[in-house]
């Protein structure tokens, strides 16, 4: 009961993040390209970013995300062989700059935000 408790709780907070920056219009932009499909990144647009974090979400989740590109192995970025929130949570700190995922980023400039037109 508790696991699924923080599971939703976490869930909620990832989407509110998420669905407040969207709908603002607002963009992330963290300097953080690695090769397509690298560990982190599972949309394999070279970017590890929050659609990454949405897309393994859902993926947990279990919704249907068949439309989607989507790289079982970038997931896995705990190669324990479970795409779960702990791999969520290691890219989340990746993106916030604590140590875990892969090699910082080369680029140590801040984190920017930039205005983007929502469509």
């Given at each position: 009961?508790?696991?699924?408790?923080?599971?939703?709780?976490?869930?909620?907070?990832?989407?509110?993040?998420?669905?407040?920056?969207?709908?603002?219009?607002?963009?992330?932009?963290?300097?953080?390209?690695?090769?397509?499909?690298?560990?982190?990144?599972?949309?394999?647009?070279?970017?590890?970013?929050?659609?990454?974090?949405?897309?393994?979400?859902?993926?947990?989740?279990?919704?249907?995300?068949?439309?989607?590109?989507?790289?079982?192995?970038?997931?896995?970025?705990t190669?324990?062989?479970?795409?779960?929130?702990?791999d969520?949570?290691?890219?989340?700190?990746?993106?916030?700059?604590?140590?875990?995922?892969?090699?910082?980023?080369?680029?140590?400039?801040?984190?920017?935000?930039?205005?983007?037109?929502?469509?």
């Amino acid at each position: 009961m508790k696991k699924v408790f923080i599971f939703m709780l976490l869930l909620a907070i990832i989407f509110s993040f998420a669905t407040a920056v969207f709908a603002y219009g607002l963009e992330i932009t963290i300097k953080t390209d690695v090769d397509p499909g690298a560990p982190g990144d599972p949309t394999g647009d070279g970017r590890i970013n929050l659609s990454d974090i949405s897309i393994i979400m859902k993926y947990i989740a279990k919704w249907d995300i068949s439309k989607y590109t989507f790289i079982e192995d970038a997931a896995d970025v705990t190669h324990d062989g479970k795409i779960d929130l702990h791999d969520v949570s290691k890219i989340l700190k990746y993106l916030a700059r604590w140590h875990g995922l892969i090699e910082p980023p080369k680029d140590t400039s801040p984190i920017t935000t930039e205005t983007a037109i929502a469509t």
